[in-house]
């Protein structure tokens, strides 16, 4: 069992910069790719960012250049920089962990953290 607490969302102008974190605990070790999402008011949740067991990264087209994703200390902490950022990236941002356990893949999720971007 994987527990996933994101911290780090709140209100910023737009074209300011603000960093997320997602604090992993319980069987950490079965993690092997990580990712933030994002669901928007009225609109279904979408992948913003990806990082694999190996490092590789991947991003939305809408956040690519702006977001950064990383991962450290053995799969037990997530970040997402967001720089550059506009008001369509205000939505609540979700953390995401996918495991292995008994040779069975598992999604583990978040509670997600508000980011709210104005003018």
């Known amino acids: 069992q994987v527990q996933l607490v994101e911290s780090g969302g709140g209100l910023v102008q737009a074209g300011g910069s603000l960093r997320l974190s997602c604090a992993a605990s319980?069987?950490?070790?079965?993690?092997?790719?990580m990712g933030w999402y994002r669901q928007a008011p009225g609109k279904q949740r979408e992948l913003v960012a990806f990082?694999?067991?190996?490092?590789?990264?991947k991003y939305a087209d809408s956040v690519k250049g702006r977001f950064t994703i990383s991962r450290v200390n053995a799969n037990n902490t997530l970040y997402l920089q967001m720089n550059s950022l506009k008001l369509e990236d205000t939505a609540v941002y979700y953390c995401?962990?996918?495991?292995?356990?008994?040779?069975?893949?598992?999604?583990?999720w978040g509670k997600g953290t508000l980011v709210t971007v104005s003018s």
């Open positions: 995401n962990a996918y495991g292995t356990r008994d040779y069975v893949g598992i999604n583990y």
């Open positions: 319980g069987s950490t070790l079965s993690i092997n790719a």
């Open positions: 990082i694999s067991g190996g490092g590789v990264t």
